[in-house]
């Protein structure tokens, strides 16, 4: 599973050094802009996800990926046609760097609003975290123009995007989902925040001691949704790759399938009992 295989990497390359050349490559990667479902489309790096959702009457962006990636993100909206001055509103998905980093530069260049969790808020403006492997790595922070709660919905003209809290992977960590058209069929999107551990200390985590039990109720909430198209913040959670591949070929969207968020939900599950389960063997005396 290239998910475990790129978290897992990530957690090593933070532990021992967390400087620009510590990161994997495909983080920084350039990546053609595409078009995902409805008006969805990808205009991240090759592994950092950002997504761009147009209307008539504004545009929303989720994430920003790292600083030195802004050019590329622009360039990739620019080159789908769109005008960054559209963009009406940025949120996140989590206050990690590689996620939130180019937010600021991104806020500034367009003029839109940012919105962002109550728990990830002190993170995203000050650019630091207080745990985990990426505590030593501080990005640009960015002011949070709104706090959204869990089960509201924000957004720009007919966009609406609703907030689902999943915290663990940061206090805030928040996924979002949005209903998006395609040839006369409605479907549910997901951008699910990250449930990886990724390195966070489970066990004596005294800047945030509830992090397992946030964990494991996000886990359970991230079960018990529905959705036909799954996203996340890497691009290696689900192989946007193999189904532009599969595109290429005709036939339904790839991007369409309501089995992908329970499969990704069971293995991300087994993956985060079988670390807790490791630290709390490495914790004992
Ligand atoms: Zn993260």
Not at 234 to 246: C, E, M, N, S
Request: hydrophobic share 40%; with cysteine; glycine share 8%.
């Amino acid at each position: 599973m290239k998910f475990f295989v790129t978290a897992a990497f990530a957690a090593l390359a933070f532990a021992s050094a967390a400087s620009a050349e510590s990161w994997p490559a495909e983080w920084s990667a350039p990546q053609a802009p595409f078009h995902i479902a409805g008006n969805t489309y990808y205009v991240g790096t090759r592994d950092l996800a950002v997504y761009l959702i147009t209307s008539p009457k504004g545009d929303v962006l989720i994430d920003g990926a790292l600083a030195d990636t802004v050019p590329q993100i622009e360039k990739n909206i620019a080159a789908l046609g769109f005008k960054l001055s559209n963009i009406k509103l940025i949120v996140n998905t989590h206050a990690h760097f590689d996620h939130a980093a180019g937010i600021a530069r991104l806020k500034k260049d367009s003029g839109a609003k940012f919105d962002a969790s109550a728990a990830d808020r002190p993170i995203l403006e000050t650019g630091t975290i207080s745990f985990g492997p990426t505590a030593s790595t501080h990005y640009p922070p960015v002011k949070v123009d709104h706090v959204v709660r869990d089960g509201e919905t924000v957004g720009v003209g007919d966009i609406k995007l609703t907030a689902h809290l999943t915290p663990g992977h940061t206090p805030g960590c928040t996924s979002w989902t949005w209903n998006e058209t395609e040839n006369g069929k409605t479907y549910r999107v997901i951008d699910i925040c990250s449930v990886s551990v990724a390195g966070n200390p489970l066990v004596n985590n005294t800047a945030y001691p509830q992090i397992v039990d946030d964990y494991r109720a996000s886990i359970a909430k991230l079960k018990a949704m529905h959705a036909d198209v799954f996203l996340a913040p890497h691009a290696g959670f689900y192989d946007p790759q193999g189904k532009l591949a599969a595109r290429k070929t005709g036939g339904p969207n790839p991007f369409v399938d309501p089995s992908t968020l329970q499969n990704f939900m069971a293995k991300a599950e087994a993956a985060f009992d079988t670390e807790l389960a490791r630290q709390q063997a490495a914790a004992k005396p």
